[in-house]
């Protein structure tokens, strides 16, 4: 496993991130607790030391499961990174900016993107409890808010790692422009951020701010939610309650298709899968930091682990990208 150094924060992440949205169940159709358990000791054994969860992530269920499964290991080893800001237990009296109404164990709850100080806090109380642990590596603002001012939030989390209850401070799905205002107020360590071959957005502008301002950038859905693994081009079929039967439908399946397929004699060539080649080349972006990839069971968490064993030439890595320009025609 490659550690890298997490923008300007002292946090070495591992290059393949364990992203635990799926474990949550909420959204993808459930979760086999047993399994996700496995996935995350799994992960670890392979080098994996970095965990990314959220509160929203199951309505709790993916912090709890991560801290059950790591309670017995030496804390110091595994960096965890969590979120606050989607509120959806009523505790903000209708306050903050309204999302959906999120159906969950047969329940419908609204969500809502709130940072207010006083939120801030007690999220923070409420995921070190379900987390199992006296301190949070990343503490991460999930959404923005526009009915908060930026430098309140940041105000709370700089407070948080002065009383030692988190390392650093990040945010997520913030563009440019909201990123560096968050940067006066507090030194972010990170901006998490939808990147992939087929979502390539953040690398024109996004992505060299934060490298100027010694922002790490976390890489969020690079398989595109399982898309760019190919298995739902031979057959795999979703649940009906899961948001991949609708998530899919923003991409061309046929382009899609004719790319992964232009790519996998590489992976072959690479003893890999597609999962672990589209893996491998995200990492290998400018400017990307950490790669989050998720896993429902042990099998997926180790081959996500070994993609970055993969070797890439500039030369292979220049062929997929102009296979990436056809895909984009």
Do not use: C
């Not at 995921?127 to 105000?155: A, C, G, N």
């Not at 992939?196 to 950038?217: D, K, T």
């Not at 039967?245 to 890999?272: D, R, S, T």
């Amino acid at each position: 496993m490659e550690y890298r150094k997490l923008g300007n924060s002292d946090l070495q992440l591992s290059a393949i991130t364990y992203g635990s949205f799926a474990i949550g169940g909420t959204m993808w159709g459930g979760t086999e607790k047993k399994e996700a358990k496995e996935a995350i000791l799994a992960s670890i054994d392979h080098g994996i030391t970095t965990i990314d969860t959220a509160p929203f992530y199951g309505l709790g269920l993916s912090e709890e499961l991560i801290g059950e499964s790591i309670k017995e290991l030496d804390r110091s080893k595994v960096q965890l990174l969590t979120k606050f800001g989607m509120v959806w237990d009523g505790s903000n009296k209708g306050m903050g900016d309204f999302m959906w109404n999120q159906e969950h164990d047969g329940k419908s709850y609204p969500l809502y993107k709130y940072a207010s100080k006083e939120n801030v806090f007690k999220e923070a109380e409420e995921s070190l409890k379900r987390l199992k642990t006296d301190y949070i590596d990343l503490l991460q603002l999930h959404w923005p808010d526009s009915t908060t001012p930026v430098d309140e939030t940041m105000e709370a989390l700089q407070l948080l790692i002065d009383q030692g209850k988190i390392r650093a401070a990040g945010v997520s799905n913030y563009n440019k422009e909201q990123m560096l205002e968050a940067q006066k107020s507090i030194q972010l360590a990170s901006n998490q951020m939808p990147f992939s071959m087929l979502n390539r957005g953040i690398a024109e502008s996004l992505v060299p701010a934060a490298i100027e301002n010694q922002i790490g950038i976390i890489a969020y859905s690079p398989l595109e939610r399982g898309l760019l693994s190919g298995k739902y081009f031979k057959g795999e079929q979703l649940k009906s309650d899961d948001h991949r039967q609708g998530y899919f439908g923003q991409f061309n399946p046929e382009k899609v298709k004719a790319f992964l397929e232009k790519i996998e004699p590489l992976a072959e060539e690479k003893n890999a899968g597609l999962a672990q080649l589209v893996l491998r080349w995200t990492t290998l972006q400018p400017g990307i930091t950490v790669v989050l990839a998720g896993a429902r069971n042990k099998e997926q968490a180790i081959s996500n682990a070994k993609a970055i064993e993969i070797d890439l030439t500039e030369n292979e890595i220049s062929n997929i990208n102009n296979e990436l320009t056809h895909l984009a025609l």
